[in-house]
């Protein structure tokens, strides 16, 4: 097996309570794979790299909302401003919740708004309010925030699996067994 140059470990997240880091691993030739890394965990969802880039996004399209001829057309404005505050704040609420499955939940509603705020920054281009050498750096922060997310949400997957209880082998009773009472 050839070398693949010099790798670089990129935290996608880390989870407080699980207690990892999720991180990304990139060699010379693109990335390599994804792998956990035991930590001490996030103490705040200001860590979480997938909320960063939401947050990131949000403050930018905040900007992008006060130039040009958006400012008139209020019902789209406040569309994209709401898709737009909705990813960061579904994340931090996801991480306040205490299981993985309720976490990942609040992180696939997240993607679905950075989603939203894709597609309605391509709707801004159409509508002749922004250009597209304004939207594509926004498009690819909402891009690399639901990657960060998907991966977290990926990770989240494997941590509940192992935290389920395997079924329980209780006794079988028969017939022919003996039946209990109450005795009082």
Request: glycine residues 8%.
């Amino acid at each position: 097996m050839g070398s693949v140059g010099p790798v670089q470990w990129v935290l996608l997240g880390s989870l407080g309570s699980m207690g990892s880091e999720v991180c990304e691993v990139r060699c010379a030739s693109g990335t390599c794979g994804a792998a956990l890394e035991p930590m001490a965990g996030a103490r705040s969802h200001k860590e979480l790299i997938c909320w960063q880039r939401a947050y990131e996004l949000k403050l930018q399209v905040y900007e992008l909302l006060r130039t040009g001829t958006v400012m008139q057309d209020f019902d789209f404005s406040d569309q994209l401003k709401e898709s737009a505050s909705s990813a960061p704040r579904l994340i931090a609420e996801g991480v306040g919740r205490y299981y993985p499955a309720e976490f990942s939940k609040y992180l696939r509603l997240a993607n679905g708004e950075l989603k939203e705020t894709i597609e309605s920054l391509d709707d801004g281009v159409d509508r002749r309010h922004f250009t597209e050498d304004q939207v594509i750096p926004l498009q690819r922060l909402a891009k690399r925030s639901s990657k960060a997310a998907s991966r977290l949400i990926a990770y989240l997957a494997t941590v509940d699996a192992l935290k389920k209880p395997s079924p329980r082998k209780g006794r079988r009773r028969t017939e022919a067994g003996p039946k209990r009472t109450n005795r009082t």
